[in-house]
């Protein structure tokens, strides 16, 4: 069988993996789930005994529902989409700190799972169930259906917390913080269980679009609330609400700080983080809950646009405030974290994320902080050890992981769980770990991969830019072959990764006969806020530039690579960067496949836009600049090249309009294209809806190359 075929069946060698993985606090055991075959779709919910390193199966989809699985409530259906989630059965679960009791939403059926005992119960519920959470001393649950927020006392009564008709929610993440900000939550539970602090989200004055399949002539189209860029945003707001009917607004200046970026609630009170529309500067605020006025604890601010470091803010032991944020000034160009301006971490290292704390040990004094961070080589993630107790004598770090490749990690206690990826191994790889010793590991039902794709990662040009080259598996050296540019190249994503995954799809194009190339140009993450933010207000010029600039420099160093016989490919930002690649540089790229492409940043959403464009109103000559439609419009030349357009008719993240309007464009001006309209696919699954649209995909470039 070949890759298309196993990669479909098998989700991309991700079916019977463990994925979501947490630890309870004091360390006692280890949660996750696992679907129980490498074709089985349908994931499980396991627990690992630390102290006996067993594996317990605590809930099967199968053994739950009866009569199969049934429709996922819409917003459960939006919330895997925010969350490029494409799992069956048990999507997601929530627990207690101490991991004695879970909460899952299965078919929109609520599920209680005492992970000591390992007895799972269906709890009745007022409607289908979304993000349902247990309070922290797992005797509650709440979760939401139809927009509003109930909570699930231990006698069984089901109370109402918040509700409204309309475009109102109570206890949801909108549109724009989980598919931009990483937030995908709404509620967050006090940590002594009897108050919840939820959000309120008003879409009312948000444009409605309405999103239809023309393969389904008999369903009515969708109406989805879309804040395009210019448009209104949906209105926030935060409430502290007692489980006894009391309620208090949290007050913060919400006209100039509409964003709200993160909540974190643990001993020490609510912290959250606020941003400008534009997103120039934000706040870290604290939050008083019994009157709900806010004290400024850090401000964030970049002439372009501030970036937070996941896992922050949050209190450190000793009651300072750790903020993560960019340090750009005093020479300094890196990602750090902060405890009430005092620097942590070093310029060295360029943090993604704070795991969370990790116990120094018997009488070792204060917790550590547990991170994911880069040290010079932005393909490898490693995590340290930080020292946050005053008094250390300046920031003391340990790197945790020291392996090649990309290291991910969860803490309770002193136990520390790390999953490992690499070049030299399928999968990720799950351990456990206890004073600096591997004492168990987490199985794997993966299938295993056909090959193993050996890339050759560089970094090239004056900009060092991330790049890397992928021959066939029985090339010949001195063979000149046709160069295959594979990209996404948006800010916040990394292609060049020192990871097996990231290259098997590679591996099968190479194979076909190409030499595939992949390069991260400026703008994307790992190596440095300036590296970054050069992107900001020409996107175009910088990504395209550095890609065309790179693949030159590497030509130099593989004289294998054919630059005249150049293709290019890409989904989302990577299709629209495939398209501008096209209609902009002829001479170099003869042919390009554009997947769900942005083709108007005018169609695309406020945050993500505007956080590199600014305001379309103000800034009308960047976005035309910007714009596949208006370079699409322009006579066509004799070097006019093909495009090839993919779009899922069921996007609500980039609609199929970017691609009906370019195509459009396209045909008034005379230039060749052809168009694949995916029924029923989404912004994730159009990606790999099958292995029969890799093949037309090949077919495609073979022909016109």
Not at 20 to 45: C, N, Q
Not at 249 to 266: G, K, M, Q
Not at 349 to 358: D, E, F, P, Q, T
Not at 365 to 373: C, I, M, N, R
Request: glycine share 10%; with cysteine.
């Amino acid at each position: 069988m070949e890759y298309p075929e196993l990669a479909a069946r098998t989700r991309r060698f991700t079916r019977g993996a463990p994925r979501a993985v947490t630890v309870a606090s004091d360390g006692s055991r280890v949660v996750f789930l696992r679907s129980p075959g490498p074709e089985d779709a349908a994931d499980a919910l396991w627990v690992l005994d630390a102290e006996t390193a067993t594996e317990h199966l605590i809930a099967e989809p199968a053994g739950l529902l009866t009569g199969g699985q049934g429709d996922l409530p819409a917003e459960e259906r939006a919330l895997r989409e925010r969350l490029r989630l494409s799992a069956s059965g048990i999507g997601s679960y929530a627990m207690d700190p101490a991991a004695r009791v879970a909460a899952f939403p299965l078919s929109g059926r609520l599920f209680r799972a005492d992970l000591v005992s390992g007895d799972v119960i269906e709890v009745a519920t007022a409607g289908p169930v979304v993000d349902p959470r247990p309070d922290p001393t797992g005797r509650r649950i709440a979760y939401v259906t139809s927009g509003n927020l109930h909570v699930i006392h231990a006698d069984g009564t089901d109370a109402l917390l918040a509700g409204e008709e309309g475009d109102v929610t109570w206890g949801l993440a909108e549109f724009i913080a989980a598919e931009e900000l990483d937030r995908y939550r709404g509620y967050w539970w006090a940590p002594d269980g009897r108050s919840i602090l939820a959000a309120r989200v008003d879409e009312s004055r948000v444009p409605r679009w309405h999103l239809h399949d023309p393969a389904r002539p008999e369903v009515a189209p969708t109406s989805v609330a879309y804040p395009f860029a210019g448009a209104a945003n949906a209105e926030v707001t935060l409430h502290l609400l007692d489980l006894d009917g009391g309620w208090v607004d949290v007050h913060w200046d919400r006209e100039t700080y509409p964003y709200l970026v993160s909540v974190h609630w643990a001993e020490g009170g609510p912290l959250i983080t606020v941003l400008r529309r534009l997103q120039q500067h934000g706040l870290v605020l604290s939050v008083d809950p019994r009157t709900g006025e806010t004290q400024v604890h850090a401000e964030l601010a970049d002439p372009r646009w501030v970036e937070p470091v996941l896992g922050t803010p949050s209190h450190l032991p000793d009651g300072r405030v750790l903020v993560g944020g960019e340090l750009a000034h005093d020479g300094y160009d890196a990602r750090c974290l902060f405890a009430d301006g005092t620097l942590l971490t070093p310029p060295s290292l360029y943090v993604r994320r704070v795991i969370g704390r990790m116990s120094a040990g018997a009488g070792a004094g204060s917790p550590d902080l547990l991170v994911e961070a880069s040290e010079g080589e932005p393909s490898e993630q490693h995590l340290f050890r930080v020292r946050t107790a005053i008094g250390a004598g300046g920031a003391e770090i340990r790197p945790l992981t020291t392996a090649p490749g990309w290291h991910v990690g969860a803490v309770g206690g002193d136990l520390l769980v790390v999953g490992s990826a690499s070049l030299d191994r399928a999968g990720t790889h799950w351990t456990l770990w206890r004073a600096g010793k591997q004492f168990a590991t987490i199985t794997s039902y993966a299938a295993k991969p056909p090959y193993a794709p050996r890339p050759m990662l560089d970094r090239v040009a004056d900009r060092r830019l991330p790049a890397a080259v992928l021959y066939p598996r029985n090339h010949v050296t001195g063979r000149r072959l046709p160069v295959l540019l594979d990209v996404y190249g948006g800010p916040g994503h990394q292609e060049v990764l020192a990871t097996r995954a990231r290259w098997l799809e590679r591996q099968w194009w190479a194979d076909a006969g190409f030499a595939v190339v992949t390069i991260d140009n400026r703008g994307t993450p790992g190596v440095a806020p300036s590296f970054e933010k050069v992107v900001h207000r020409r996107v175009a010029d910088v990504v395209l530039t550095d890609q065309v600039d790179a693949l030159a420099a590497l030509a130099g160093k593989h004289p294998d690579l054919d630059l005249d016989r150049v293709a290019i490919r890409g989904w989302s930002f990577g299709g629209w960067l495939a398209g501008l690649a096209v209609l902009r540089r002829p001479e170099i790229f003869r042919c390009g496949i554009a997947g769900a492409p942005v083709t108007d940043w005018r169609l695309y959403d406020t945050a993500y836009t505007e956080r590199y464009l600014g305001m379309p109103g103000e800034n009308p000559d960047v976005y035309a600049h910007h714009s596949l439609i208006e370079l699409a419009s322009e006579p066509a030349g004799d070097d006019a090249r093909p495009l090839l357009l993919i779009h899922g008719l069921a996007d609500d993240n980039v609609v199929a309009a970017h691609t009906l309007r370019l195509s459009a464009a396209l045909l008034a001006s005379g230039r060749p294209h052809s168009v694949i309209p995916l029924t029923g696919a989404t912004h994730m699954t159009a990606g790999g809806v099958g292995e029969q649209l890799l093949r037309l995909e090949l077919d495609f470039i073979r022909r016109n190359l």
